[in-house]
């Protein structure tokens, strides 16, 4: 059964109990429902817009291309980071990715749509492409999440071809590693680092992906904020959506991404919702010098954000023809 036939059955059954629980509460908070819409973004930009994170500048100018194109917003996120998942220079996303500790390349992605699906693969082995298989999750299974062996043999099921990422170069550095291997995250060197974009299509829906090999030379297992959502991506297409990057156990202890886009919702900019979500990070851990969190969001009327902690990060604006590497704001200014 299909991913929307699923959601439409379980939907109906309880739609009686739903239209209930509706006239009950009607009358009794009129001035929440109000409050709530009041904070609906009104302003709808129609001039496509691409961001990602980091200085991606080719896989944010195929999102870009493809939006121009009048590609939804979904497909162009894909289609703009499997430029990053298919470059074996990139150490840190997809074939090439750097290993874990035990040498096996795993990959994690989400992506999340503008209706709200949203699909995601953990630790999956032997597949470059895993967005779009993210997305084969969301629209063809009754499921959010698939991980290792499962998600690897849904993705033969779907026409996927096996495929060795731990490339020469990549594991000449894990053998290097091994020599005396210590783990110590390296502040914007992307031993630790995603592609993470999101993209305002021609109708003004947004949608985002994202995909990492993760921290290079991690526990066997370890999974990120990356393909977690609320934490790596969070979309809602009545406000806008947010991307994170950076060291992904500290950005989950906060759902960093979903917290940007509620308070979007409450009246913040995206450039003031990312500076809030940081500090949330830095207020409550005194250790934030020793790793790099960076955070881009998008608004529906479509204006753009980021900030992190440490001076360093950079993310990619494609507009009107036009593709820029910005300089992001960041807090650790000691």
């Known amino acids: 059964m299909k991913r929307r036939h699923f959601i439409k059955n379980a939907a109906l059954s309880g739609a009686?109990?739903?239209?209930?629980?509706?006239?009950?509460?009607?009358n009794?908070?009129?001035?929440?429902?109000?409050?709530?819409?009041?904070?609906?973004?009104?302003?709808?930009n129609n001039s496509p817009i691409a961001i990602c994170t980091w200085a991606f500048t080719g896989a944010n100018?195929?999102?870009?291309?493809?939006?121009?194109?009048?590609?939804?917003?979904?497909?162009?996120?894909?289609?703009?980071?499997?430029?990053?998942?298919?470059?074996?220079?990139?150490?840190?996303?997809?074939k090439g990715g750097?290993?874990?500790?035990?040498?096996?390349?795993?990959?994690?992605?989400?992506?999340?749509?503008?209706?709200?699906?949203?699909?995601?693969?953990?630790?999956?082995?032997?597949?470059?492409?895993?967005?779009a298989l993210a997305k084969l999750v969301m629209t063809e299974t009754p499921h959010v999440i698939l991980a290792a062996e499962g998600a690897e043999e849904f993705a033969y099921a779907q026409g996927f071809k096996k495929d060795n990422l731990l490339t020469e170069d990549s594991k000449k550095a894990w053998q290097e590693w091994l020599k005396?291997?210590?783990?110590?995250p390296l502040i914007n060197i992307e031993n630790h680092d995603t592609i993470g974009m999101l993209c305002m299509d021609k109708d003004g829906d947004i949608a985002g992906a994202c995909t990492t090999s993760g921290l290079s030379y991690k526990m066997k297992g370890r999974v990120g904020d990356s393909p977690i959502i609320g934490s790596g991506l969070?979309?809602?297409n009545e406000i806008g959506g947010a991307v994170a990057t950076g060291m992904g156990e500290e950005v989950l202890k906060t759902v960093g991404s979903f917290l940007i886009v509620e308070l979007m919702r409450n009246g913040m900019s995206p450039q003031k919702a990312c500076e809030e979500a940081v500090n949330r990070i830095t207020s409550k851990n005194d250790r934030y010098k020793d790793f790099q969190i960076a955070y881009i969001a998008?608004?529906?009327?479509?204006?753009?954000g980021s900030y992190c902690i440490h001076k360093g990060f950079t993310y990619m604006k494609y507009q009107d023809g036009k593709n820029e590497n910005v300089?992001?704001?960041y807090f650790d200014k000691a």
Request: contains cysteine; glycine residues 10%; charged residues 30%.
């Open 180 to 184: 005396s291997p210590e783990y110590k």
């Open 327 to 329: 300089h992001s704001d």
């Open 234 to 236: 969070f979309i809602d």
């Open 61 to 94: 100018a195929k999102a870009g291309e493809e939006l121009s194109k009048g590609v939804k917003a979904l497909d162009a996120a894909i289609s703009g980071v499997e430029v990053e998942e298919e470059n074996l220079k990139n150490t840190t996303v997809g």
């Open 28 to 44: 009794d908070k009129p001035s929440e429902e109000k409050k709530t819409e009041s904070t609906m973004m009104t302003t709808i």
């Open 298 to 304: 998008m608004n529906k009327a479509g204006e753009t």
């Open 98 to 131: 750097a290993p874990d500790r035990e040498g096996n390349v795993t990959l994690d992605a989400c992506v999340m749509d503008s209706d709200g699906d949203c699909g995601s693969v953990l630790c999956v082995e032997n597949i470059t492409n895993v967005a």
């Open 16 to 26: 009686g109990l739903a239209i209930g629980n509706s006239l009950i509460g009607c």
